[in-house]
């Protein structure tokens, strides 16, 4: 009799278990800078410095005495569909290009693709190296 009670605790405690799991869970929610594609308004924000990125590629700069402020200065020099990662003063594309913003006034500054990515690489066969070094 008291290992059916153990037994009846256990799986007592484990369907308690499941039940405060199953309504305290969330989904995953974006981090900070990720860009979310096809939904209206915000598609990003950075912590600091605190900037919004809107689904029409516009830049806001929160402030917290006067809120919102339209900051056309800091707009991204790409397109918003071809942003990855927006962080405010950086920014990368699907293409891995890092893009920095200074913020003492700059312009956006390319700083090329992430050196650990994709090398770029024309196709040749054996037959054109052996060409090319034949005299």
Wanted: aromatic share 12%; hydrophobic share 40%.
């Amino acid at each position: 009799m008291k290992r059916f009670m153990y037994a009846s605790i256990g799986i007592l405690a484990l369907v308690a278990a499941f039940q405060l799991g199953a309504m305290t869970s969330q989904g995953p929610t974006p981090a900070f800078g990720t860009i979310v594609q096809n939904r209206a308004g915000i598609v990003a924000i950075s912590e600091m410095p605190r900037r919004a990125l809107d689904e029409n590629g516009l830049t806001w700069n929160l402030d917290t005495w006067t809120g919102w402020e339209r900051t056309p200065d800091d707009d991204p020099p790409v397109p918003i569909s071809e942003i990855a990662f927006y962080g405010g003063i950086t920014l990368i594309t699907v293409s891995n290009e890092l893009w920095t913003h200074p913020p003492d006034g700059y312009e956006w500054r390319c700083q090329g693709p992430w050196p650990g990515g994709p090398v770029p690489a024309a196709k040749t066969t054996w037959t054109k190296v052996k060409s090319a070094f034949r005299e």
